[in-house]
């Protein structure tokens, strides 16, 4: 797999909301950057060891820059607090992507729901949906008016867009928007755990599209030690109990790209030649599960005790 990796230099830094930092990044010499569709993320390599994902939430039709939207996490693994503390225009960061695991499907009609900073993938979507010609509405939540970004520019859209802040309306009326949902409608959701665990209760699988910044919780059987083969290189490892499927490849000398190590970004998907996955990720779908044609090999293992990998 094949990732555009470069150096872009922060030309603006300015605040989406209480907490919320935006950043747009270009090219240092002005060239453009990949094409990308809503629901795309790009991998910041912040320093050693400190590697996030961002949500895309510019314009795709402008390829001379790429706005990111960054929470600041107190609670978080420093990815954030770095960008908000020592983060300031002019500087640069490596950035690889775009990747997307969360594109929009055409339909005729869309339910977007998005909770605090899920709304950077949505907003896009929201341009996209508009311009198509399709109908839709945002249903928008947040602990407060001010910690929620891009107000603003959701107001354009009028009567469509529903702001509903905790303090003022408390929970989201989830039952508004979900409890009749016409057929040939696509909904789409981001943001905390317990608001995409809601959704995808009353939800059907082909209808909903989630996208998760945080990993799943999920029951799962004990570990095992299994046998993986690769079989571009034609090396045989064995993955032991508590060792990634990554960490194994990894140790033996395999470059393979990844960013997480959670199962949230998608970028360590491998394609599976033979076996069958246990699949532990917050990113492929049911019908993706059940086929078994990939796996991400930073959280996933295997039902039996071997897998052949296109690696």
């Not at 950057?33 to 390599?45: M, Q, S, T």
């Amino acid at each position: 797999m094949t990732s555009y990796e470069a150096e872009l230099v922060v030309s603006r830094r300015e605040p989406a909301a209480d907490g919320v930092l935006t950043l747009t990044l270009r090219h240092p010499l002005g060239e453009e950057l990949p094409a990308w569709e809503p629901g795309a993320h790009i991998d910041v390599l912040l320093g050693p060891d400190l590697e996030r994902q961002y949500s895309l939430c510019g314009d795709p039709a402008d390829r001379s820059a790429w706005r990111i939207g960054v929470l600041r996490e107190p609670d978080g693994r420093g990815g954030s607090a770095y960008v908000h503390g020592e983060l300031r225009e002019g500087d640069k960061v490596r950035v690889r992507g775009p990747r997307n695991n969360f594109a929009l499907e055409p339909a005729p009609r869309y339910r977007f729901v998005a909770g605090g900073i899920g709304i950077t993938p949505i907003l896009p979507m929201l341009a996209a949906a508009d311009a198509a010609g399709a109908q839709w509405t945002l249903l928008y939540g947040g602990r407060t008016r001010n910690s929620m970004a891009f107000t603003e520019e959701l107001a354009a859209y009028g009567d469509r867009v529903t702001i509903a802040p905790q303090d003022e309306s408390g929970l989201l009326d989830l039952g508004s928007v979900l409890d009749d949902v016409p057929e040939g409608t696509l909904v789409y959701c981001c943001g905390p755990g317990p608001l995409l665990d809601a959704v995808e209760e009353r939800c059907p699988g082909g209808v909903l599209h989630v996208e998760r910044f945080q990993p799943k919780e999920q029951e799962t059987g004990p570990d095992s030690e299994f046998e993986v083969v690769l079989e571009r290189t034609g090396k045989t490892l064995t993955v032991p109990v508590g060792v990634s499927v990554l960490d194994t490849v990894r140790d033996a000398g395999v470059e393979v790209l990844y960013s997480c190590t959670e199962g949230t970004c998608g970028t360590c998907e491998t394609d599976v030649l033979e076996g069958t996955p246990d699949h532990r990720d917050s990113v492929l779908t049911d019908e993706e599960r059940e086929a078994g044609e990939t796996m991400l090999i930073c959280v996933s293992r295997c039902r039996g005790q071997r897998l052949v990998l296109d690696l």
